[in-house]
Structure formats: C-alpha cells, structure tokens
C-alpha cells in the first residue's frame, strides 16, 4: 500500500524557512505526478503546489509564488517544499499528495494517496 510521510513542519517567526519533505513507499515513485496541500483552521483544503513525474513542469498557487519551491529526488522517492519569507497565513497543516498520473495534481480529485500531514506554524 501507499504511504506518504511528511516531516519538517514546525513554528516559526514570520519571514522564516521551513522545508518539508514527503518520503513514498509502495508506489513506483517516479511514475507520479506529487503534490503539496494544505488546510488552515476552518478553511478548505487548497493546492500549494505541484511537480511531474520527472521535476517539470512546476505549478503553484498564487499565495505562494516567488516563496515555495517544490521539488523531488527520484532515486530516493521523496518529494520536498522550500517554503521562504513565511507569513501568518501561510500557517496550516500541509499534505504530501500523490496523483494519478504522471502530471502534477491540482486539485484533490487529481490525487490517489494522501499524507497524514504536518503542521506549520508561522508566529507574527
């Protein structure tokens, strides 16, 4: 089965970096299209960002253009999210998505296999 397992949220001050990593097994990774989400309290869960099978194209929402930065190793099945110049609003729990193809998944019916997420925590 697939598994998903995110690390490296945190707390952080505002203007901060944080960077989160996703580690797949039981999926032939480099098949794939990933993913970042993310959930803030009482609110939807949105796309941040988006990387294909072999590390392009990239796509991100418009919040986090010029700040995030995702992408992936193959040979190790990871996948990673460089988040720079955090702000409070970036603050939610953050998903690792694996899609149903080899293109990036952009919206939650894109994707086959979800993380259990990780919490980022952004302090004004």
């Known amino acids: 089965q697939v598994q998903l397992v995110e690390s490296g949220g945190g707390l952080v001050q505002a203007g901060g970096s944080l960077r989160l990593s996703c580690a797949a097994s039981?999926?032939?990774?480099?098949?794939?299209?990933m993913g970042w989400f993310r959930q803030a309290p009482g609110k939807e869960r949105e796309f941040v960002a988006g990387?294909?099978?072999?590390?392009?194209?990239?796509r991100y929402a418009d919040s986090v253009k010029g700040r995030f930065t995702i992408s992936r190793d193959n040979i190790k099945s990871t996948v990673y999210l460089q988040m720079i110049s955090l702000q409070p609003e970036d603050t939610a729990v953050y998903y690792c998505?694996?899609?149903?193809?080899?293109?990036?998944?952009?919206?939650?019916?894109?994707?086959?296999?979800w993380g259990q997420g990780t919490q980022v925590t952004v302090s004004s």
């Open positions: 998505a694996a899609g149903r193809s080899r293109y990036l998944p952009l919206v939650e019916a894109d994707c086959r296999s």
């Open positions: 039981g999926i032939t990774f480099n098949m794939y299209g």
């Open positions: 990387i294909d099978w072999n590390g392009v194209p990239t």
